[in-house]
């Protein structure tokens, strides 16, 4: 049963891995189409975050029960749940298979941290951007209409008087 557990666990951290290098891939597109000013493909990517993002919730789940049914055979309780303390009470050759595809996982999860990190600042460059965009338009109109002008209150008055 142990050797299940462990093959199960391990597969669905392949499963999680494979989720997060495709939530990479996607901020990598969505950085692209943010240095771009790319607004269409931006929304086309953030529809396709959102689903690998629920892939990645469940998968999270799915590994959390698997670790919790890991602990309920192997008669383990632990003050503080963390991997290292279930990993010291597991046999050995439980993290000879899991710690290396954990690290890939850290690794990609902190690259992919980076990477958001970045876009979130293109992000809000863009916002301001084009506030300071909207601002000069909404200036530039209030000095040419000629509803509200000073000049075009005393035409009106010449004209009509």
Do not use: C
Not at 12 to 20: C, D, H, M, T
Not at 36 to 60: C, P, Q, S, Y
Not at 98 to 116: G, V
């Amino acid at each position: 049963m142990s050797e299940k557990l462990k093959e199960d666990l391990v597969n669905i951290l392949k499963e999680e891995k494979a989720l997060y290098q495709k939530l990479f891939e996607i901020a990598e597109v969505k950085n692209e189409a943010l240095v771009n000013n790319d607004t269409d493909k931006l929304i086309e990517i953030i529809e396709n975050d959102r689903e690998v993002i629920a892939n990645i919730v469940a998968k999270d789940q799915e590994r959390n029960d698997k670790i919790q049914e890991i602990k309920t055979d192997f008669e383990i309780e632990l003050e503080k749940d963390s991997y290292s303390n279930l990993i010291k009470r597991l046999p050995e050759d439980w993290g000879e298979a899991l710690n290396p595809i954990r690290e890939e996982l850290i690794e990609l999860t902190d690259e992919f941290h980076s990477l958001n990190e970045q876009n979130q600042k293109l992000l809000e460059q863009a916002l301001e951007l084009n506030q300071i965009s909207f601002d000069t338009i909404v200036e530039s109109i209030k000095e040419q209409d000629t509803t509200y002008n000073k000049d075009a209150k005393k035409k009106k008055e010449l004209i009509y008087d």
